[in-house]
């Protein structure tokens, strides 16, 4: 069965450094997404992406986020500047054409900043 | 905007009995609604989805009920086992087609 995709499982980063984390949504999907979920807090949503821009954007993604879709199969989040309260599971979700919000998540990527 | 929230934070039940996860939201154009089902170090796994035009709606051992009067929905695991052991979220979005909005989660612990 398709699922989507995560890498790396755990990344560890200096305060200040910049990450990217990776995912490879099912193929077939249009719709991609970045959720994050602090150590025991809810999922909480960072953005949406579709035909190649971004739809929707909450307010914890400010300017030291982007995501790009660099080639057919990867989507990626970038943070510039990490900073502590960047650490949390970061999980990338995908859901095909025609069905309404059926978004199938990755494994997550644990990022931990110190 | 939206917020969601659960009423319980931890549920602990024997196995074979049946489970109810609860869930309350607060804004009455929420169109969709979602049960994931999160396993330790794992994302959020899909269980079952209903529409505000539905007031219940089943699936294998599970059954999600609608209340828009109330804006409360549950889900209800039948026969409970072990490996139901996980914490269970529900989400809402206002129309279809744009984000979820998450609830905190409830754990649910299975006993033998």
């Known amino acids: 069965e398709p699922e989507v995709t995560q890498t790396p499982s755990h990344q560890v980063t200096q305060m200040g450094q910049e990450v990217i984390l990776r995912c490879v949504p099912i193929s077939n999907h249009l719709y991609f997404y970045w959720y994050r979920q602090i150590l025991g807090q809810k999922v909480e949503f960072l953005v949406s992406f579709y035909n190649n821009e971004i739809s929707e954007k909450s307010e914890i993604f400010d300017d030291q986020f982007s995501v790009e879709r660099p080639d057919g199969s990867n989507f990626t989040l970038k943070i510039r500047s990490t900073k502590l309260e960047d650490s949390a599971m970061y999980f990338c979700a995908s859901n095909p054409p025609g069905t309404n919000n059926e978004q199938f998540f990755g494994p997550g990527t644990r990022l931990t900043v110190l | 905007g939206e917020s969601v929230g659960l009423h319980l934070p931890t549920l602990s039940v024997q196995e074979g009995d049946n489970s109810i996860i609860n869930c309350a939201y607060s804004n009455s154009a929420s169109d969709y609604f979602i049960w994931y089902k999160q396993e330790s170090g794992k994302g959020p796994q899909f269980i079952i989805d209903?529409?505000?035009?539905?007031d219940k709606r089943q699936g294998q051992r599970v059954t999600v009920l609608l209340n828009k009067t109330v804006k409360h929905l549950s889900l209800q695991i039948a026969a409970t086992q072990p490996g139901d052991s996980a914490v269970y979220f529900c989400?809402?979005?206002?129309?279809?087609?744009?984000?979820?909005?998450f609830g905190k989660g409830t754990m649910l612990l299975v006993s033998p």
């Open positions: 209903i529409r505000s035009n539905m």
């Open positions: 989400a809402v979005n206002p129309t279809g087609y744009s984000t979820l909005t």
